[in-house]
């Protein structure tokens, strides 16, 4: 039996965050995780908050907002709390893959839909997207990649677009994985460079989809700025996201080199809970389930799509601690009537509830756990996909809780 | 342009397409016309069952006999559109023996070949049926697949000279004295009007009869009943399976490829154009059905949907206007109405081949025409094509060179070859259109996925210029996607739910701003090659 300081259930990015948080502040941390978490489905950029027009001044704006939703996750920590967080963050990826807010207020990136998204730090690899201008602008498809319709975003965006045959090595359609790692060869983005320098007609900058490397996509990037002689910008798509996969890797490569026990694949079939504590967790590892104690235990599972949340015809629940969760009225009532009301719809609002310090209380406001302290989306009364604030929150309350937990 | 026809057919369903193909074989000039696609109304919007006829056997023996003939015959007209499953009727013990001794009795007075099994023989051959149950009886049921149904219906008859045109809605009857000489219809995508002179024209709207009657000022008594059902993610048995007791609500399980598909429930509407599944319909059938499966509350629900019924209510006038129990055919000209318009409605997909044999039947009576019916002994085009899934597979295998196996769906496993032949063929005219005709988005992802990637090709194709593109049609997808979705947001589906929110709001920044009030933009003609913009695009 091990026992450690924090225990950290969940390698999202909130998870990651609070684990990271915690081995820098010199703590003996277990994180354990089911699965990579969201980010390698979307992570892209970190948003905090989209809902903030581009230009206008982000810290003065987002303390009023945070005024007018004193439930907000945003509201435990603070914009203070959200900087020195996304400072960490920034502080783990050094560059030249670095992370940058490209003003004082939220920038639009263009999307694989050929729309633009606000969002708040952009990785090197993403940054020109935000300059790009689109008479000026060629997009590049990949004929056989479908997750990325050069097409629809060159339509959309209204530049010109090429869809370009990618040498195929031996595989019915392409995959994100495929190419990202196809692109981490020298002679292979060469050729593509050259490929694309091909049918450029004077364009200044390039639009690609997000799949330039998973090992060194800042050098990816250099090749096909200096093959092209314009700059190159790589665009969100579906799932999976290569961007995502970088921040996941950088992270556990961080959080394993500084003594973390990174426990990937193993879900948490109980915990031990005691006298208002968690002492420790079981994970099975068959035929044997092993025991993990520690001192402290950050909740960090995501929403519905991490497992964090269950949706049962006429509940929602917690899995893990069976801790009460915050739900929007009958099922009836956890959507709305379209697609794209709008208003967010009710359930994004479900969750659970904390106190200030990000311990989980029950109904009466009680804390439930002493030591158990809730980080991420699975936090209750915030809408992450409409306010576009997913990493901002996950950084934030995963930074805030670890420091919370650590001091008591 | 306006139209001349010797028989104007209304509905696009099964009935109107087997009207137009039993025309057709006869030698007879039709026109059809259907306001939305192929199967827009209960044809495409039912539990795909072939019944055997055994869940009519007790109640109603008329109908069980119409059903097990007319079931030997789509086996033999049809049999690329049919699984032969077989299906049992399981009795639990609140079921009791006496109802299923009935049944046995009474299929074998409609001809209906019954195989009594021991609960142990059931089990054994569907291991989740409920341990309690008391017995089952084998029949031969089976699921059919109405889409294909219909759409071969309509080819067959195009090929043999009908002509149909889908998304033509009729705005008015024309009048000439006492005869119904012709309609006005509309192009609802291109918004142009027209007329089409008839000798004959038949109302095969279904459950819409009243709709079509009312411009002629007429009116019939018909029922219209909501029946709901939702699809799992995965098959749960081998057979279909039904409650061995009166016909109920929830009673019925199909199984269909992949997947199962339960229903169904009842319920009166009003309003044809606008109804939904209620949560309390999804808790009922899952409650219910999980009798006879148990662990059915566990499976993932793909989606919802419901169908409307057209319930004849009266006979008043009961001689020649009722051919048979489950539908009826109205010579309005009999019955103080105007002369030449006919009405067929009721009735149920099993029986659409008979419905359109005796509304030809008494078309050709009138026209003083003796040429016999032949849709019982003559194949649609596609028999002998394999359609299962095994089949589908092996094409899939067979595909070369590899470019050409990309698949824009992967639950489907519908490549993209498969969307531009259909884009070549030159029919459709929306999204949907092209949904129907493939089965791309009816896997477990809903289309999240694939419907992106099919307007990736639609704009490399050119055809999606409409106002709003391709991120219009996109948007309007998913709002009718979640009319099918919504009623089964809980467990897994939910979380599929997450994600597609996550790609379209989230990282894609969809919102609600720009949607049209009209429901299904067109795909503009295009071209059918690569656009120039794009020549030499190969590296």
């Not at chain 1, 990015?13 to 089911?34: E, P, Y």
């Not at chain 2, 039912?46 to 097990?68: F, K, M, T, W």
């Not at chain 2, 699921?143 to 705005?171: K, M, Q, W, Y």
Request: include cysteine; hydrophobic fraction near 40%; glycine fraction near 10%.
């Amino acid at each position: 039996m091990k026992r450690f300081d924090l225990i950290v259930i969940g390698t999202g990015l909130a998870g990651l965050t609070a684990a990271r948080t915690a081995i820098a502040m010199g703590a003996k941390v277990l994180i354990v995780g089911k699965g990579m978490g969201a980010l390698t489905l979307f992570g892209n950029t970190v948003d905090i908050l989209g809902e903030i027009p581009p230009g206008t001044e982000m810290a003065e704006e987002i303390t009023r907002w945070i005024a007018a939703h004193p439930k907000h996750p945003y509201a435990r920590t603070g914009w203070e709390g959200i900087k020195s967080a996304v400072t960490a963050f920034q502080e783990l990826f050094l560059p030249p893959y670095h992370f940058a807010a490209s003003g004082r207020g939220n920038s639009l990136l263009p999307t694989g839909a050929g729309t633009m998204r606000p969002t708040w730090l952009i990785p090197v690899t993403m940054a020109a997207g935000a300059a790009m201008i689109p008479a000026e602008t060629l997009i590049v498809g990949f004929r056989g990649f479908k997750d990325f319709q050069g097409d629809t975003v060159s339509l959309h965006l209204k530049c010109r677009g090429v869809t370009l045959s990618l040498p195929r090595y031996g595989m019915e359609g392409l995959t994100a994985p495929a190419i990202a790692r196809l692109m981490d060869d020298t002679s292979f983005r060469e050729r593509l460079g050259e490929s694309i320098r091909q049918q450029m007609a004077g364009e200044r900058f390039i639009g690609l989809p997000a799949v330039l490397g998973l090992r060194d996509p800042a050098a990816v990037l250099k090749t096909l700025e200096t093959v092209t002689g314009a700059r190159v910008f790589e665009i969100p798509m579906l799932p999976p996201s290569i961007p995502g996969t970088r921040i996941f890797h950088r992270f556990r490569e961080e959080l394993i080199a500084k003594g973390a026990d990174f426990r990937m694949g193993h879900s948490v079939s109980g915990v031990m809970v005691q006298d208002g504590r968690c002492e420790g967790i079981h994970i099975p590892n068959p035929p044997l389930v092993a025991e993990y104690r520690a001192d402290r235990v950050i909740l960090a599972t995501g929403r519905f799509l991490g497992g964090g949340l269950w949706a049962e015809m006429d509940r929602i629940i917690e899995p893990v601690f069976n801790i009460p969760v915050f739900q929007p009225g009958e099922r009836g009532q956890w959507f709305g009537e379209r697609f794209f009301d709008p208003e967010a719809h009710p359930i994004h609002r479900a969750g659970v509830v904390t106190d200030t310090d990000l311990r989980p209380v029950d109904a009466a406001g009680q804390v439930i756990l002493a030591n158990v302290w809730a980080a991420g989306s699975i936090l209750a009364h915030h809408q992450a996909i409409e306010e576009k604030s997913r990493e901002g929150i996950d950084i934030a309350t995963g930074f805030l809780a670890a420091k919370r937990a650590l001091a008591s | 342009m306006d139209l001349k026809t010797e028989v104007l057919i209304i509905g696009g369903g099964a009935t109107g397409t087997g009207i137009a193909r039993d025309l057709a074989l006869r030698g007879i000039p039709s026109l059809l016309v259907e306001k939305g696609d192929f199967t827009s109304g209960a044809s495409g919007r039912n539990q795909g069952l072939l019944h055997s006829g055994g869940r009519y056997a007790v109640n109603d023996p008329d109908a069980a006999r119409e059903c097990i003939t007319e079931n030997r015959i789509l086996r033999r007209i049809a049999p690329h559109c049919i699984q032969p499953t077989e299906g049992l009727f399981v009795s639990l013990p609140e079921d009791g023996p006496e109802y299923r001794a009935d049944f046995i009795r009474a299929c074998g007075a409609a001809g209906i070949d019954t195989l009594p099994l021991s609960p142990r023989e059931a089990l054994a051959m569907e291991p989740c049926l409920n341990p309690r149950i008391i017995g089952a009886v084998q029949v031969p049921d089976g699921a059919i697949d109405p889409f294909t149904l219909v759409v071969e219906n309509a080819r067959d008859a195009e090929s043999r000279g009908a002509r149909i045109l889908i998304h033509t809605e009729v705005t008015s009857l024309i009048r000439d004295g006492l005869r119904i000489t012709g309609v006005h219809v509309r192009d609802r995508i291109t918004d142009e009007a027209f007329a089409i002179a008839a000798t004959w024209v038949v109302n095969a709207t279904g459950a819409w009869a009243n709709h079509i009657l009312r411009m002629a000022g007429l009116q019939i008594g018909l029922a219209l009943s909501k029946g709901s059902m939702l699809i799992t993610n995965t098959r749960l048995s081998e057979r279909v399976l039904n409650r061995c007791r009166p016909p109920a609500n929830g009673d019925i399980i199909v199984p269909n490829d992949t997947v199962s598909i339960l229903g169904t429930t009842s319920m009166r509407v009003e309003d044809l154009e606008r109804y939904e599944v209620t949560p309390e319909e999804v808790t009922f059938l899952v409650d219910e059905l999980s009798r006879m499966i148990p662990d059915l509350k566990g499976e993932r629900f793909t989606r919802a949907y419901a169908g409307v019924r057209p319930l004849l209510q009266s006979e008043e006038n009961s001689d020649d206007r009722t051919i048979s129990r489950g539908f009826a055919l109205i010579d309005h000209g009999s019955f103080s109405g105007p002369v030449g318009l006919v009405t067929i409605t009721g009735g149920k997909l099993m029986t659409y081949r008979l419905m359109a044999e005796k509304t030809v039947d008494f078309i050709c009576e009138r026209m003083g025409l003796h040429v016999p019916c032949s849709t019982h002994a003559q194949p649609l085009p596609g028999a002998g094509h394999g359609h299962t899934l095994k089949d589908r597979l092996l094409r899939l295998r067979r595909q070369t060179p590899a470019a050409k196996g990309e698949l824009l769906c992967d639950c489907e496993l519908v490549p993209r070859e498969a969307v531009d032949a259909i884009l070549r063929e030159g029919k459709v005219r929306e999204l949907q259109d092209i949904l129907h005709r493939t089965r791309l988005a009816k896997g477990t992802c809903q289309g999240g996925f694939c419907v992106y990637r099919l307007l990736g090709l639609l704009n490399e194709r050119n055809k999606t210029d409409v106002s709003g593109g391709s991120n219009r049609i996109l948007k309007d997808f998913l709002e009718e996607r979640w009319k099918g979705i919504r009623p089964v947001l809980w467990g897994t589906s939910l979380k599929e739910e997450e994600l597609i929110e996550s790609i379209y709001k989230g990282m894609f920044n969809l919102t609600a701003e720009e949607l049209h009030p009209r429901p299904n933009p067109p795909l503009s003609k295009g071209e059918g090659n690569l656009p120039a913009r794009l020549g030499g695009g190969e590296a």
